[in-house]
């Protein structure tokens, strides 16, 4: 692949950031505040999905493989690692490559911060069809996959991949970002805004990783 001459514009970049940076910021407002209608409506949804999951028992076992094995955070960040590699072989580019070491890091922190400081408890059942740790806000699973997979898609654009890779690398990373939140949902592990959260501040890193490095690329 070569590196592509038609980098992301940095306008377009920062109203992203922007943009995912004031949706964050009330998400994570409202779910600090208890607010009482973001609360009903996680009970309603969760409720719903937990029901639907006791009684399909094939789908949660499904759901519970997906998650567990291909959506994993630690399997992202083995995908992560592969590019990494990729890149050091490949092109030489190790500065690129300590910032998707960065990036990811960067994302894990955030993550567990928010989940000490918050500590908000995940949903609780008397028949639970799977079990989680930690705080619930936000979604590490969710929050993982999109910065892996944002990260991994920017990557194929900055390199020219071809329009066949670039559109299967697409549907790969809208299934595996959508599929993690939605799974996670329906096994009663985490609330509906967690998994949101998880997507939003998802975004964000890689939004502001991708600025820090069309600004300061060497």
């Known amino acids: 692949m070569r590196t592509s001459s038609l980098p992301l514009p940095p306008p377009t970049i920062r109203r992203t950031t922007i943009a995912l940076a004031l949706s964050s910021a009330l998400l994570l407002t ?10 009903d ?9 937990h029901r639907w999951a006791v009684e399909e028992y094939g789908v949660t076992r499904a759901c519970r493989i997906l998650t567990d094995w291909v959506w994993d955070p630690l399997t992202m ?7 990494m590699g990729w890149l050091v072989w490949r092109s030489s580019a190790w500065w690129t490559a300590l910032w998707l070491a960065a990036t990811c890091a960067l994302g894990t922190v955030l993550q567990q911060g928010l989940k000490a400081l918050l500590d908000r408890p995940r949903p609780v059942w008397p028949d639970p069809v799977d079990s989680a740790h930690y705080a619930a806000f936000p ?21 020219d991949a071809g329009r066949a890779v670039w559109r299967t690398a697409m549907v790969l990373a809208v299934i595996s970002v ?16 967690d998994v949101l959260g998880g997507w939003l501040l998802g975004a964000l890193v890689v939004a502001v990783a991708v600025g820090a ?3 300061w690329r060497v």
């Open 139 to 159: 979604s590490g699973h969710a929050m993982t996959a999109t910065v892996v997979c944002g990260l991994l898609l920017w990557l194929l654009h900055h390199y």
């Open 41 to 49: 409506l996680d009970g309603r949804v969760a409720r719903t999905t």
């Open 178 to 193: 959508a599929g993690v939140g939605l799974t996670h949902v329906w096994l009663g592990v985490h609330w509906p805004s």
């Open 30 to 39: 409202l779910v600090t505040v208890e607010w009482r209608p973001l609360i």
């Open 77 to 83: 960040r083995l995908v992560c690692a592969a590019a």
């Open 213 to 215: 490095y069309e600004r």
